[in-house]
């Protein structure tokens, strides 16, 4: 049973700065636009690192109740609104069988810390307190405590009945998270997961753990340029916060109902570099070895790879870490294939971005097009690959391939490809494509 | 041939103390190991009560270096991580980095680094940090240490159901081997023992405020009042079988036959009634990808919340998945207090002991509540244990399960 079957993306949801939705997030990316800006969800100024990309959200807007709204943590909500938006672009409907035959995986780096250290703040009296006193406590918190609460939120939202999980493998959260997914279905566990990430890490105690290690940008000037991945001048990553979910769905369940296809997923990897929590060797062997991996599982050779989805978080050391891995994985073949970051425009989501990047490569390819890396602008002698500089392009795109690094020293790899062979289904087609401008 | 996972190694920390032997005298003598907790006076809690480790001293499990990185959960989960890899007789060096991985489940992450980080961001003026809170606290920290202590290459993953992530762990750990990768690491600990973080579970409504340890955490009982949280659980060396058998495994402790989780689909009603339906088709499941009937399941490690209503949907979960088969069934959740994902992962500890020295522990469950009339282990006994079948609820929703088979080399 193992393996042989295939599984396609049917549905793709997205909350992300810049674009609460699909079509919002990918008008924006297309266009270059970049949602990075002075922090303005609390005060942030006496923090070393004060610009991020945050989402202009508005729970009510997305369809969620005041009750949803008071129960959940902000990533919560992302990925409620998220998984109703995939959902519904999947055309799913969750009778019996196909709700027992559903399951739910979710990436988190962080959960529900930002609860958490709202509502310590005020139960600790402001940290004066080690003994918190509990009577000031929200009802809510064991939630808080507990990131599962993420894949039971989105599973209750749908009534699904499968395997739920949450994966928290830091910043390679949500391509495990998908990638987990795709196993349960190719090893057939289950017809469908609702398969995703969520982080809202935008607060006091993520920008100091940062800040401590100096991993974030310190640069303030200019808000709107401040993540400049695989750029020479680049000073570290822009915190971000977002949400995307996929429908992953096998074949021939989606071909039975005439579901749109996005893209079959080829391939998932990881490797761990078993080296340190935060740091890098600059030869990228394991990233390198997850996205042989990833390919070999499609069967696809290095050189059918079109665009290469980077994980690009505009560290030093990361871009040119996996710069490296690129070169290893593909050979030559990596100086032919565009490249680009989308943390340009929408900063790192930690574990959400992930599933974001992943929903850009669904993206990417049912609309011909690769979304850039934007604020480049001074070549980087290690960084020497087409990284799309600051404007879209109009690319066919047959294998996408995306990637993760993260502290804890993951490295993932996962593989989209377009629906090409696959049978036409009804409805293939009825979308425009376009390069937002 | 698919690989088969078989479980060549494990690993204990708990209430009853370090190491396999003393844990499983305590499941054997059915004393508690609960007390009043002493990492902090608990008297402004509702639950004054838990399952410490007693003297536990992370330099002896450690090098120096990650234990001034890491959180008590990370320490315990090295110390059970070590014993299992010393059980299996497995020298990570000795191996192919990318033969072996991390694949634990976590809970509720670093608890106590947390806190105190979270207090000196917040008391001081300076709004700082130590440099080591972004690698502490987070879920994956326990994965990330151990994949560089042991390094371990391989597809690692951590895995969060609340108290159903042990044995989504070992569902992952035997996917894995069929996948390939012939060592993995598989189960999880928790420390949940900081102020804040019992603040935290104090507002799941589920735990005891009742301060006398031999009468506070009574599953299946008239007297059922809720759990006691305790901390520790267990990490196991799950590997494909070929390669234990090539390379001499010492022993093996059986085989994950089959594994299965399923979803509620809706919050659970307050104070712990659940879905049965979906609860007995997890073991349905997983007992069908055993190749397994009921009647061939000598022994049921329940999820023993302790809370009267999931007491009696768990005991009508198990009717409904065993028909007139009616299950002997014990736990020693009540022993060393709920350990969340730890706790799942240490009944599957006892089962393959159960089965290694063929002796049921008992249940303690002196009078059952009404609606909860199971086969319950009254006294240590003496019995071929070749099936086992472990099941674990994971709030709010989340339910798995897991059956372990004794290693039979004719099957083969």
Redesign the interface.
Known sequence: M??HRRVVVTGVGVVAPGGVTREAFWSAVTAGRTATRRITLFDAS??RSRVAAECDFDPAAAGLTPRQVRRSDRYIQFAMAAAAEAVTDSGLVFDEPT??AT??TMGT???G?TA??TE??V??D???Q?????DY?????????????L??DV??Q?????????????CT?GI?AIG?GY?LVA?G?VEVMIAGASDSPIS??TL??????K?TSPDDSDPEHASRPFDRDRRGFILGEGGAVLVLEELEHARRRGAHIYCEVAGF??????????GLRPDGV?MA?AISDALAQGRLAPTTVSYINAHGSGTKQNDRHETAAFKRALGEHAYQVPVSSIKSMVGHSLGAIGAIEMAACALAIEHGVVPPTANWANRDPECDLDYTPNTAREHKVDVALSVGS?????QSAMVFRAPNGLPAAEGAGKRKAGVGR | M?PRAVITGIGIVCASGIGVDTYWKTALSGETRIGRITQ??PS???TTLAGEVEGFGAAEHMPSRFVV?TDRWTHLAFCAAGQALADAGIDPEALD??DM??ALA????GNAF??R????????SS?????Y???A?????T???L??R?????????????SA?GL?SFA?AA?LV??GTPVVLAGGTEAPLS???L??????HAMTSRTDPAHAYCPFDVDADGYVPGEGGAVFVVEDLDHALARGAPVIYGEIAGA????????SRRRGGFDVE?YA?AMTTALHRAGRRPEDVDVVFPDALGLPAADRDESAALRAAFGSASPVVTTQKPLVGRLYQGGAALDAATALLAMRHDLLPPAGVRTPAPGCDLNFVAEVTPTPVTTAMINAR?????NASVVLHRYQQEEK
């Not at chain 1, 406590?137 to 609460?149: D, V, W």
């Not at chain 2, 042991?150 to 609340?162: A, R, T």
């Not at chain 2, 994971?394 to 989340?398: E, I, Q, T």
């Open positions: 193992s393996g006496p923090f709700a027992n399951g739910v780096a962080v959960g810390t958490l250290e310590y703040v139960a600790s402001s940290g004066q080690w003994l918190v006193d509990p406590a929200s009802p809510f918190l064991y939630q808080a405590l507990m990131p599962s609460s894949a039971a599973g209750c749908f009534g699904a009945h499968g395997p739920a999980q949450v994966v928290s493998t830091g959260s495990d987990y196993q090893d566990e006091p105690v100091a753990s940062f800040d401590a290690i991993a990897a990881t490797r761990s570099n078993a080296f340190h929590m935060t394991e070895r993260g502290f804890g020293g993951f | 698919t902090f006076d402004r809690y509702d990185q980095p990318y991985s991390v976590s809970g509720s992450g947390g806190q980080e979270l207090q000196h961001l917040w008391s001081s709004r700082t940090v130590g440099a809170q972004s690698i606290w987070f879920y994956a920290a994965v990330g240490q994949s560089i042991h390094g371990m290459k391989g597809p690692s993953v951590v895995l969060v159901s609340e992530g989504d992952h996917r069929r996948r102020p804040y973080a603040t935290c579970q104090q507002h799941n299965a989780a399923t979803f509620d689909g809706r919050p979906q088709r994971g709030f709010d929703g989340f």
